[in-house]
């Protein structure tokens, strides 16, 4: 499979938490993930990737904002763009036996 799709996920994700402040535990993992796709190196980019806290307290997808006016849209944005990047990963994460499941997102239905 190729990684073009997470690594435009892995843009669209990066360039959000940048515009927005987003700086949780695992956004150097997501950077090291997003550099990966862009040169091509799948195997660091699922390496990263399994390094990336998601789900439970204090994790990656806990980030709130701080815009109040906007606190909804900002909110969901950042949870659809997270998910969407973890269920691409998962697709490329394509190992025999593989055992890995991400956690699911804290709050989502």
Same mark, same amino acid.
């Given at each position: 499979?190729? !990684?073009?799709?997470?690594? @435009?996920?892995? &843009?669209? #994700?990066? =360039? ?10 695992? &956004?150097?993992?997501?950077? @090291?993930?997003?550099? $990966? #796709? +862009?040169?091509?190196?799948?195997? !660091? $980019? ?19 904002? =701080? ?7 900002? @909110?969901? =944005?950042?949870? !659809? @763009?997270? +998910? ?26």
């Amino acid at each position: 499979m190729q !990684a073009n799709e997470q690594h @435009l996920a892995a &843009i669209a #994700l990066v =360039t959000f938490c940048d515009l927005h402040g987003v700086n949780e535990p695992g &956004i150097g993992q997501v950077r @090291l993930c997003h550099s $990966a #796709l +862009e040169s091509g190196d799948k195997s !660091a $980019a699922v390496k990263a990737f399994k390094q990336v806290p998601l789900g439970g307290n204090g994790c990656f997808n806990d980030w709130q904002p =701080t815009e109040a006016a906007h606190f909804d849209y900002l @909110l969901g =944005t950042f949870r !659809a @763009l997270v +998910e969407r990047w973890a269920r691409l990963m998962c697709l490329l994460d394509d190992a025999p036996n593989n055992s890995f499941k991400p956690k699911p997102l804290r709050g989502s239905a």
